[in-house]
């Protein structure tokens, strides 16, 4: 099911299936979200959690039990229930049971809560541990931003934009998608990087170095931009699904708490590099703020 919120500025369209946004509109209707086209990623902007990434060897174990998983976990792939609505606000839900029990052994609760405040979107996401076992999770976020802005703007027009000079510093996760244990220059010195239709052909970057607050996607001629928050985040990464198109039909930011799996990492879940350990009783909370000027 599909919920609706509304400011003066944005319409957002939320999916009950994991408490996805599916739609952005800005006040003239058009679309700011990437589509969700199956034939080159279906979809818009999913939640990452209970890790990012890859799981090392596609599985891990915990007290002597292997659980099995694919990339990005699997909060995106499950019905998540409507807690509240109002106007300009949409608070989602997903706890733990028979569906997570198989794929995740600990007790936990997901919330979502989506607000509209002019024109930037607030995603909020709580993890409150449910159960009576400390639990190592990871998250992230992954938007998907539609780009060209229109159909008078091509590839070439557009480029990435910290708020300050910064020199990215990338963790090597080529090229199966684990962290290898290198890591790489994106950029030096620069507070800007283009953007053109082959950027991603190796897959996304990592940036792990970041001191800019915000990190943008602007129309280079216009001005007019998508700006995410990033403060406070140990890693961004920026992506599109390039390697098979000749153009880009949208751009990630993603902020993320958490890596994807190294290709050292033993089996045991504990001993893997995590967002956070939550005790008993124990919550995470984190935003990600998007201010869309166009």
């Known amino acids: 099911m599909e919920y609706i919120i509304r400011s003066e500025a944005l319409t957002l369209t939320v999916s009950t299936h994991g408490a996805e946004a599916v739609s952005l509109k800005n006040a003239a209707g058009e ?7 199956k034939a080159v990623w279906g979809r818009h902007a999913p939640i990452l959690f209970p890790w990012t990434g890859k799981l090392t060897g596609g599985a891990f174990t915990w007290e002597g039990r292997s659980y099995s998983g694919g990339q990005h976990g ?9 807690l509240r609505q109002t106007g300009q606000e ?7 049971g028979p569906d997570t029990a198989e794929r995740f052994p600990f007790d936990f609760a997901l919330r979502s809560t989506y607000r509209l405040e002019g024109t930037t979107l607030r995603h909020i996401v709580e993890v409150e541990n449910t159960g009576s076992a400390a639990m190592p999770f990871g998250f992230g976020y992954h938007p998907a931003f539609a780009v060209p802005f229109d159909d008078k703007h091509d590839t070439g027009d557009y480029e990435f934009r910290f ?12 090229p199966n998608g684990l962290v290898s244990g290198r890591c790489y220059y994106l ?10 239709d082959r950027l991603f052909d190796n897959d996304s970057f990592c940036m792990t170095n970041l001191t800019a607050t915000t990190l943008g996607i602007v129309e280079k001629d216009t001005g007019r931009s998508i700006t995410c928050d990033i403060a406070g985040y140990p890693y961004v990464l920026i992506w599109s699904a390039s390697a098979k198109l000749e153009k880009i ?4 930011i993603e902020p993320w708490h958490s890596l994807t799996g190294a290709e050292t990492d033993g089996s045991e879940w504990n001993e ?17 703020s998007t201010t869309f000027d166009r």
């Open 163 to 174: 708020d300050t000079k910064q020199s990215p510093l990338c963790v090597d996760c080529r």
């Open 31 to 37: 679309e700011m979200l990437w589509c969700g086209d």
């Open 187 to 196: 950029a030096t010195n620069t507070d800007t990087i283009p953007l053109h």
């Open 272 to 288: 893997r590099a995590s967002a956070k350990v939550l005790a008993p009783g124990e919550e995470f909370r984190t935003t990600l």
């Open 74 to 82: 699997f909060a995106r792939d499950l019905e998540h229930t409507l």
């Open 90 to 96: 949409l608070v989602l839900e997903l706890r733990s």
């Open 249 to 252: 039909p949208f751009v990630c």
